[in-house]
């Protein structure tokens, strides 16, 4: 009988802290043991498999990504279901997401929408998959519910500080910063100051500007800039992790990483969009720029760049998430597309849904770039998002008897480059953001739970949906608040 179910052999093992050259030993879906290279005889694995001296990681966790949500912004629908959307994630070297379990405001309860939502995912994963709670309403029912959504394995939960159909205001946002400190709940925040972007898109109306590029006028650094600054001070007071996510302005990072120099207990996010595209990409003829409207928008350019860089490679942001949120390009019921009118010939910036695929590019494009050191890239696109959300060392890690054996395998260096192409990817949509960006890695084989679920050369996707489980998540162990005490009025 063979000791182990899977031997990775000949690969460069990266962690979040370390590199060696170790063989990977898997029995039971986990990983089993690291060995120097050679240490353990293939005849002692069911199946190896030979990593050439490429790269072997702990699989990607995208903890950002909008799968089969109800339409938010007019008729716009997420392109992607859970089936289309995690199949496009293991084909991008991501073996867990953590999507989206949204409120209506209209409904007062959390624990109804989290039922719907594991509805949608039930049997439809190739990935495994955890959600956060998107409270749009934070009345008492959802409030007395933070201790439930607990028990049920969610840890963290997602408000908004715009879009009328989502937006809490500060007081709001105080209830649940106070509810998740007691229940150990760490908050996502949309930091964007929703007042400030009503007041400049009718600026921009008065002007009849209305082409897609205007999306970004009407998006103004200072609105995330003081959202930033806002959502600190709120998380200050009530002393309570946050992350800020998916931050595009190195002004915004700059009041996140003064923050962390007073041990304040803020996190954040940034997003291959923010590296890659700039208003020019929402700047092209017609309705072309719809294609790139998500927000925050894309700045400038190469500064603003180098500013979102330095931020991953110094620790500002905690995590590389892909905020997939996927609308068809060509579709004028659901789609972008559903906002060209006779009255307004090249669409109106403001019903454009906002959102870019991104889900299958994220650790290619990341990698492609060059950037960061291959620890800090391990840590960034999957250990921190696991550690930050309670799903640490059993996913986001290569711990002997404690990860599932999630692996990513690159290929050898030396990969013919190649420019993508939307016809390579897995999901659902009629366009990526990012065609003919220059591809010069890409995830060779995805492993999870010991089985190979994508295999680049060799058919690709290789096992059915309903492979991917669900993710019981525990509290943080990156993020808690920096006194232990109970909050107390009193003090201030
Ligand atoms: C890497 O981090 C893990 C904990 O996440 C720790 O157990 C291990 O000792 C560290 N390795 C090195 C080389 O620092």
Not at 65 to 92: C, M, Q, W
Not at 355 to 380: H, N
Request: glycine letters at 8%; a negative charge; charged letters at 25%.
């Amino acid at each position: 009988m063979a000791e182990y179910d899977l031997l990775v052999l000949n690969g460069v093992a990266i962690t979040h802290n370390e590199t060696n050259e170790y063989d990977i030993a898997v029995k039971d879906g986990k990983i089993a043991k690291l060995v120097r290279r050679g240490e353990i005889s293939i005849s002692q694995a069911k199946k190896t498999i030979d990593a050439e001296g490429a790269m072997v990681m702990p699989g990607g966790v995208d903890a950002h990504v909008h799968l089969d949500e109800p339409p938010l912004f007019g008729k716009g629908s997420t392109a992607d279901n859970y089936e289309t959307g995690t199949r496009s994630a293991i084909a991008g070297g991501t073996t867990t997401v953590i999507t989206f379990a949204p409120q209506n405001k209209a409904e007062p309860s959390l624990l109804k929408c989290l039922a719907a939502t594991h509805a949608r995912a039930d049997n439809n994963c190739y990935s495994d998959y955890s959600f956060h709670l998107i409270c749009s309403n934070a009345g008492p029912l959802a409030i007395s519910e933070f201790a439930a959504l607990r028990e049920a394995g969610i840890s963290s939960l997602k408000i908004y500080m715009t879009y009328e159909a989502l937006q809490l205001q500060d007081s709001e946002v105080l209830d649940v910063l106070f509810e998740a400190r007691k229940q150990k709940i760490v908050t996502m925040i949309h930091a964007e100051n929703g007042a400030i972007i009503d007041w400049t898109i009718k600026k921009l109306e008065e002007k009849e500007l209305f082409a897609p590029k205007y999306h970004v006028n009407s998006h103004p650094p200072v609105a995330e800039i003081e959202a930033t600054y806002r959502a600190i001070s709120l998380s200050e007071f009530i002393d309570v992790p946050i992350l800020i996510v998916h931050v595009s302005s190195p002004s915004a990072a700059k009041h996140i990483s003064d923050a962390q120099k007073k041990n304040l207990p803020v996190y954040a996010e940034t997003c291959p969009q923010y590296f890659t595209l700039t208003r020019k990409d929402l700047d092209k003829p017609g309705f072309e720029g719809a294609k790139c409207v998500c927000s925050p928008p894309p700045r400038e350019g190469v500064q603003d760049h180098e500013g979102i860089w330095k931020g991953l490679e110094d620790g500002t942001f905690t995590i590389l998430s892909s905020d997939h949120c996927p609308f068809i390009f060509d579709n004028t019921e659901t789609g972008k597309s559903s906002v060209i009118t006779k009255e307004y010939p090249v669409g109106h910036f403001k019903y454009i849904p906002n959102g870019c695929p991104g889900v299958e590019t994220r650790l290619a494009l990341a990698m492609s770039a060059k950037r960061l050191t291959m620890e800090r890239f391990v840590e960034v696109t999957s250990t921190n998002a696991a550690k930050l959300y309670g799903l640490y060392p059993k996913k986001g890690g290569l711990v002997p008897g404690e990860s599932d054996a999630d692996l990513t395998i690159w290929y050898p260096e030396g990969m013919k480059e190649y420019q993508l192409n939307n016809e390579m990817l897995h999901h659902n949509v009629d366009y990526t953001p990012y065609e003919g960006q220059t591809i010069k890695q890409w995830p060779r084989y995805t492993i999870l739970r010991g089985e190979v679920v994508w295999d680049k050369d060799n058919g690709g996707i290789t096992k059915p949906k309903g492979y991917g489980k669900f993710l019981k998540r525990d509290t943080s162990s990156l993020a808690g608040p920096r006194n232990a005490e109970e909050w107390d009025v009193e003090k201030f």
